[in-house]
């Protein structure tokens, strides 16, 4: 499969990044030579130099036999030029443009009706949609849903009087009583998917995959509780939290406060949501948490455009007794793997919820969902059994994974969920979460099918 990428920023690079780990062939092009030369070095694939509204660029560049084309630049024109020209003059099977401005999309989406462009990616949208699901599930720890699933993928963090300390994977769930399988285990950064007999170490995270409601159960081992929030701050008016309220429901309103600087953007977000509590004030300020009585409130939502602010706001606010904070970066996706050091429930990276909205795209018809975990180390698919599936009526211990991957959990035609065990045999219809290495991602990809349609349509 060859993929165009224009656009050689960080999203640019970390999606060409996972996408020639899965030994896709990546083109970047961008206009700013030293932003090529950035990224040449940091990704095994060929960047050129170019404009996106150049048809002889873009010709340059391969779009003539490329499979999908990709516009993640800054400008939301830009994006939206060289998709609508990558679909008509080159007929690219399948293009995508992230789009921010609400001028283009509404607040609904445009689906496929502009330009001819297959899908359109509001990395905002996308991020509010993902805070939501967290903070509806009442979890905060890097907790993934599943589009057609109501499995759950999560993270702990092994403590030093953790009960999982010291333990092989295949005993933990008989000492728990809990429905889960630990999927992927990180382990001085390095990302593994873990046999039975693998030992669990002090300062380890476990990626577990469980039913809903298995979570109380698993929370409750480590010493953590699940509690929807009923009262929320959220620091920063930006259209993060415009979506959010947007997606929260008005009867909710009455017991959400947000906090932002800038007195013109209250004044419109009063108008807007007048059943929100809408402070002009300054959250460095200590006096505020005191004054409005913050440490009341059960979550913090900390979604300025400033990653450092958000960070030492959601670590800050624990001190005056606000029980969950969640905190979101938009430049540098590093910053997620401190979380578990400084006391803050979630740090949700923009880049990382945006590429994986753009790689699920990737993958197929019949992907439904796909998750990077651990700096892209780890996968999770949520995918269909099609008809033509060659695994149907196969014993998940005959599917030789070589170690690299696990079935993690199934979801039947008539909606029922499960840990599958080795005996399990796959039928049509089945959605299933398979997590992988991704190193691994090309192999275990074909061995299951993953994205078979789309394949198949392909050749």
Do not use: W
């Not at 913050?294 to 606010?317: K, P, V, W």
């Amino acid at each position: 499969m060859k993929v165009v990428i224009l656009g050689a920023g960080r999203r640019g690079i970390r999606l060409a990044r996972h996408l020639v780990e899965e030994n896709k062939d990546v083109i970047i092009i961008d206009e700013d030579l030293d932003d090529v030369n950035t990224a040449m070095s940091k990704v095994d694939c060929l960047a050129v130099k170019g404009s996106g509204t150049s048809l002889e660029d873009l010709s340059d560049a391969g779009l003539a036999d490329a499979d999908a084309f990709i516009a993640l630049t800054g400008s939301d024109e830009i994006n939206l030029v060289s998709s609508g020209i990558a679909a008509s003059e080159f007929n690219v099977p399948l293009t995508i443009a992230s789009i921010r401005n609400l001028s283009y999309t509404g607040y609904s989406g445009i689906g496929t009706s502009l330009m001819g462009i297959t899908h359109i990616v509001n990395p905002t949208q996308e991020v509010a949609e993902y805070i939501y699901q967290d903070v509806e599930r009442g979890i905060y720890s890097d907790i993934i849903s599943f589009e057609n699933s109501s499995l759950l993928l999560y993270n702990v963090y092994v403590e030093k009087d953790s009960p999982y300390t010291n333990h092989m994977v295949k005993e933990l769930r008989k000492s728990i009583n809990a429905n889960f399988i630990i999927a992927a285990l990180l382990r001085n950064g390095e990302a593994l998917v873990p046999s039975g007999d693998t030992i669990v170490r002090v300062g380890d995270t476990l990626s577990l995959v469980a039913r809903e409601e298995s979570v109380d159960s698993i929370l409750s081992s480590v010493g953590r509780k699940s509690m929807k929030a009923k009262r929320i701050v959220i620091v920063g008016a930006t259209q993060v939290a415009d979506f959010l309220l947007k997606a929260i429901p008005q009867y909710q309103h009455r017991d959400i406060a947000l906090i932002d600087m800038d007195k013109e953007v209250c004044e419109k977000m009063a108008t807007l949501y007048p059943d929100v509590l809408i402070l002009n004030a300054d959250i460095t300020n200590e006096a505020v948490f005191e004054e409005e009585n913050l440490g009341g409130y059960d979550l913090i939502l900390c979604l300025t455009y400033n990653d450092e602010l958000n960070i030492i706001t959601a670590s800050y606010a624990k001190h005056f007794g606000i029980k969950t904070s969640i905190a979101l970066v938009n430049q540098n996706p590093n910053y997620v793997r401190m979380a578990s050091h400084l006391n803050i429930d979630s740090i949700i990276s923009t880049q990382d919820v945006t590429v994986d909205s753009l790689m699920r795209f990737m993958h197929g018809q019949n992907v439904s969902s796909i998750h990077s975990l651990f700096d892209g180390q780890i996968e999770a698919f949520e995918f269909e059994i099609t008809e033509d599936n060659p695994i149907i009526g196969c014993a998940l211990k005959d599917i030789d994974m070589r170690g690299k991957g696990i079935i993690a959990g199934v979801t039947k035609k008539d909606g029922k969920t499960l840990i599958p065990g080795g005996l399990y045999v796959i039928e049509q219809g089945d959605v299933i979460i398979s997590v992988i290495e991704r190193k691994s991602t090309d192999f275990i990809q074909k061995l299951l099918h993953v994205g078979d349609k789309k394949d198949s349509d392909e050749s």
